[in-house]
């Protein structure tokens, strides 16, 4: 089968009709005044920056103007301070540390190795299992009525 293009279907080449359209624009004038910022050298841009009106920025201070906070920057509220932790989330905290401790130097305890070892993957195992069991499913009680997006 012989395939037909319409005239509808774009032009034959797009290389040519964009050449024409880049070609036209620049007749009229449009572009001439722009710069190629990755071309561009310093100089250039300070040209650039003293033709606007402002003062050209010095390019070797940009990490320290970069920390500096303007008035219009968005400064976040301090957070708020870490809630106190219950007794049984100390108590969990304390048996998964204990369990550290007997697996590294049970020595410290007068056990030997072959005690230590299983006793500390007994208190380590309790110890995450307690956390993981005492983690809240809902939101907290001073969350306010709005609990956000849930899914």
Not at 22 to 37: F, H
Not at 59 to 74: N, V
Not at 108 to 134: H, K, M, N, Q, Y
């Amino acid at each position: 089968m012989n395939a037909r293009r319409d005239s509808t279907d774009g032009p034959e080449n797009v290389d040519e009709l964009f050449a024409e359209i880049v070609a036209g624009l620049e007749r009229d004038g449009v572009g001439k005044d722009w710069l190629d910022l990755d071309e561009a050298s310093p100089e250039d841009l300070r040209t650039l920056d003293d033709s606007a009106g402002e003062p050209a920025p010095d390019l070797e201070d940009e990490p320290e103007r970069r920390g500096r906070d303007d008035e219009d920057h968005y400064i976040p509220p301090e957070p708020p301070p870490f809630p106190v932790l219950r007794a049984s989330t100390i108590a969990a905290l304390g048996l998964f540390v204990l369990g550290i401790v007997l697996l590294v130097a049970p020595g410290l305890f007068g056990l030997e190795a072959r005690i230590g070892t299983p006793l500390s993957l007994v208190s380590l195992c309790a110890g995450v299992g307690w956390l993981i069991l005492r983690m809240r499913n809902t939101p907290p009680p001073d969350s306010g009525w709005d609990d956000g997006a849930q899914v």
